[in-house]
């Protein structure tokens, strides 16, 4: 009896030449649809579904595979002679290859203007049903789920070795892409459902690469990016230059991003170890950039640099003046890339400057669980603020204190960021307490604090912060206020002359 191999896929890559070699080694073909006309135009001997189930596909072909001819052919056990006589008694014949990959889900959800409706009807029944029959008997049938994978199936079968392990791993690919499939429908599912705290928390991710270490050398780790994501992403940003990213560089790129994104005006952002060393705005970029470079042109050697304006010959011209280990912008000029690409450690990153995170959730792991959050997606204008001080802010302090905040958001609790004119001067990040961030910050702005404001990730619990600030020549705070405490600390602004803004939210980042 011939062996049997079902071919049903949405993916037709390298498709005939497969289906050929499983001829020449004398597989009887069995298909559907699109897959069965392109097997017949190359001339191969397939045969439907139908004549296999003597039952013509229904339902627009929502119905074809669901057979018990189909499932009981991958499901028998070839080593149980009770499965073996069942199969005799209803004339049965076991089918030892599976092809399948399903109906293109992720692809028509990511089309503009796509509608429910063709949304649902792309959600695949009996392409996942086969997949899982055939994987759960591996023992006993080869599956076959990606394009890439044909060499080495058909390598195996010219072998004959038929081998267990071989086949396992198949399998296991199989449950990955059908869970994968699974988790994406969930998601859409859930998403236009308005479901926002479901009672099972289901995510799926596609590999990017398998990364050299992570943190430090003895961390196994790989890059994975979310099944669908647009806009600014590290995950889906065009590299031009440079050796491959590493876990470090990918986490300190993603910083970087995500503070640049905060400012519609040319802005550039230094980043070292998560944090912020040096932010600027300008009226161009090669300005924005200059001024990020002077906040702290110690710490950002060796940093990533984000900026969102395309990088122009100027701009370029600074950069490549120092070692930086990425610079991610929209895009490069011609002159750029040939000026920064001299220099062959460099990475250079393209993403589109549209914001990608605002409906999606922030998800961080513990030992054992997983904690999920909206993400900090608050933003504070002048009509959010109060002023509790008796001076109020000049319309420079204000535009000031809007810009050190946006800061101060993406640096690690307790956060202190000092800034003046568009420019960040100090920041202390991670400090087990506030006046201890302020100090750092205050030290590394040195005399260019005089005069300059401050921003708070969060309030004040006692007026020793305000004490320092005005001990540095800080003229203005801003902060969220909410304290028990508050008023110590604006009695302690009101004694200095420091005029002080409560935003009414804080922005912890632990």
């Avoid at 109906?103 to 949304?119: D, N």
């Avoid at 596609?206 to 806009?231: C, D, I, M």
């Avoid at 519609?264 to 950039?289: D, F, L």
């Avoid at 001076?391 to 905040?405: G, V």
Wanted: charged residues 25%; glycine residues 6%.
């Amino acid at each position: 009896m011939k062996k049997r191999a079902l071919l049903s896929v949405s993916d037709k890559s390298n498709l005939v030449e497969f289906a050929q070699g499983l001829d020449k080694l004398g597989y009887e073909l069995i298909s559907t649809g699109g897959t069965l006309k392109a097997l017949k135009q190359a001339g191969l001997p397939a045969i439907p579904v139908s004549a296999v189930t003597n039952f013509d596909e229904i339902l627009d072909g929502r119905v074809k595979t669901l057979h018990p001819f189909i499932h009981a052919g991958l499901l028998a056990k070839r080593d149980d002679a009770s499965h073996q006589q069942q199969l005799q008694e209803r004339d049965i014949q076991p089918i030892d290859l599976v092809v399948v990959n399903l109906y293109p889900f992720k692809q028509t959800i990511e089309q503009e203007g796509v509608t429910e409706e063709q949304a649902i009807e792309n959600i695949d029944i009996g392409g996942p049903t086969m997949l899982r029959s055939a994987a759960k008997n591996f023992n006993d049938v080869t599956v076959v789920v990606d394009p890439e994978d044909y060499p080495a199936v058909l390598d195996q079968f010219n072998e004959d070795t038929g081998d267990f392990e071989f086949r396992k791993k198949l399998a296991a690919k199989v449950f990955r892409h059908t869970a994968n499939y699974d988790a994406m429908i969930a998601n859409y599912l859930t998403t236009i459902t308005g479901e926002t705290d479901p009672e099972t928390y289901t995510i799926t991710y596609e590999k990017v690469q398998s990364l050299r270490y992570g943190e430090n050398p003895h961390q196994a780790a790989a890059f994975y990016q979310e099944a669908s994501v647009k806009g600014a992403s590290i995950a889906n940003a065009k590299q031009l230059h440079g050796k491959e990213l590493s876990y470090n560089n990918i986490q300190d790129a993603n910083a970087a991003l995500e503070i640049v994104l905060e400012y519609s005006n040319p802005a550039a952002v230094a980043v070292k170890h998560m944090n912020p060393c040096g932010v600027g705005i300008g009226n161009t970029i090669s300005e924005a950039y200059a001024k990020a470079y002077e906040a702290d042109p110690v710490s950002i050697f060796g940093g990533i640099v984000a900026l969102n304006r395309e990088v122009d010959e100027e701009t370029a011209d600074q950069l490549k003046n120092i070692f930086l280990e990425i610079v991610i912008a929209p895009s490069f000029s011609k002159k750029a890339i040939e000026l920064l690409t001299v220099k062959p450690n460099i990475r250079l990153l393209e993403t589109p400057m549209e914001y990608a995170g605002s409906d999606t959730k922030k998800v961080v792991s513990v030992v054992g669980g997983l904690l999920v959050q909206d993400r900090d997606n608050g933003s504070v204008t002048e009509t959010d603020i109060t002023i509790p001080t008796e001076r109020k802010p000049d319309e420079k302090e204000l535009a000031e204190l809007l810009f050190a905040w946006k800061v101060v958001k993406h640096v690690k609790s307790n956060a202190i960021v000092v800034a003046k004119a568009d420019q960040t001067l100090g920041v202390g990040a991670g400090q087990m307490n506030r006046v201890g961030a302020a100090k750092i910050a205050f030290e590394q702005a040195a005399e260019k604090a005089k005069g300059a404001v401050m921003a708070s990730d969060a309030f004040f619990p006692m007026p020793d912060t305000v004490e320092a600030a005005a001990e540095a020549g800080i003229t203005a705070i801003i902060q969220p206020g909410g304290s028990k405490r508050d008023q110590d600390s604006i009695d302690a602004c009101n004694k200095h002359g420091i005029t002080m803004v409560f935003t009414g939210m804080r922005h912890f980042k632990h």
